[in-house]
């Protein structure tokens, strides 16, 4: 069970499910899309991103960056050290989520590692070395399903969703087949958009040293090549989601691709990707209460045909998300 925050008010709550599903909308596009005054929304929305309900970053996709392995790691640690080995894990710059789970004697966290090397010292070197670390799972990310980057939690209509969410990038049967070397200009404009998704291009300009309509160009080229997502984190107790559980789910692997693409949709479902390991696709789900999580398990995990097996583990913590460690977590 998480932990219990003071909810928002009904419209904060919808202008901050609106973030995630356009990270870098103006106030003027969701008060139209919301039905509320442009001036509303900056009176509401500034708030929420000073305090870090909101956090807006950005995550770079491992297409783009061919040394960058995807890794979901399950590790069982002795109770009594799990806080302190979960806030190592999320000052590490390379891990993106940091969860507690179960009973209070396991941690998944999801790593963007630099590299074989990397990998190889977090898994030879780091956790063996760790005394309260009893044993671990790794599971590389071979496919992550977009549709569930926009979650909302069922507090925007599809109307509302898809009027929000920017135009998508035309394909280009010219374009080559392979990706272009990105330039040292489109690396610094990445990292500062992980530090702050939401940069005016006039302070992205001087941070990267160059003219705001460069900075301009290069973010709009960035996002339209899906060299970077952007993102919005989202305190999910301040929305009045007090149940979140990760499921570990063994699909027919005919039916990956669909049954990956259909939970991924899903107005309850964060995150869906296909792994490796025991289990082959990892799916996020936030629930209002326990009661919707058991309908969600039933109604539609139950109606799926290609589902052989599923692990429900529930999240006690949330430690880090998106890239950002969450206020008052460590």
Request: proline share 8%; net charge positive.
């Amino acid at each position: 069970m998480l932990k219990e925050s003071h909810p928002l008010s009904e419209t904060d709550r919808r202008i901050a499910a609106a973030m995630p599903a356009s990270p870098r909308a103006s106030w003027r596009t969701v008060g139209r899309v919301l039905g509320i005054s442009e001036r509303t929304v900056v009176r509401r929305a500034a708030p929420l991103f000073h305090d870090r309900t909101l956090r807006a970053t950005a995550v770079r996709n491992p297409l783009w960056f061919p040394d960058l392995i995807p890794l979901a790691l399950r590790i069982r640690c002795r109770p009594n050290r799990i806080s302190a080995i979960a806030a190592t894990l999320a000052r590490r710059p390379d891990t993106v989520w940091v969860d507690i789970l179960g009973g209070g004697d396991e941690i998944c966290t999801i790593l963007f590692l630099d590299g074989p090397d990397a990998r190889n010292s977090l898994l030879l070197r780091d956790l063996p070395a760790t005394p309260a670390v009893q044993s671990w799972t790794s599971h590389i990310l071979l496919q992550v399903f977009p549709a569930a980057f926009d979650w909302s939690g069922g507090l925007l209509t599809q109307t509302e969703l898809t009027s929000l969410r920017p135009e998508p990038p035309r394909p280009d049967s010219s374009a080559p087949a392979a990706h272009p070397a990105l330039q040292p200009l489109d690396h610094a404009i990445v990292t500062t958009l992980i530090e702050d998704g939401r940069a005016s291009y006039t302070d992205l300009a001087r941070r990267v040293d160059t003219t705001a309509l460069t900075a301009r160009r290069r973010l709009e080229a960035l996002t339209a090549g899906q060299v970077v997502r952007l993102a919005t984190e989202v305190d999910l107790a301040r929305l009045g989601i007090r149940t979140e559980a990760l499921l570990w789910i063994t699909v027919a692997p005919g039916g990956l691709e669909e049954t990956g693409r259909r939970l991924s949709s899903h107005p309850q479902v964060r995150f869906a990707s296909a792994t490796t390991g025991p289990s082959n696709l990892l799916v996020a789900v936030a629930a209002a209460d326990l009661n919707a999580l058991y309908h969600f398990l039933n109604d539609t995990i139950g109606a799926l045909p290609h589902i052989a097996t599923l692990d429900v583990t529930p999240i006690l913590s949330g430690v880090k998300r998106t890239g950002l460690v969450r206020p008052g977590s460590l």
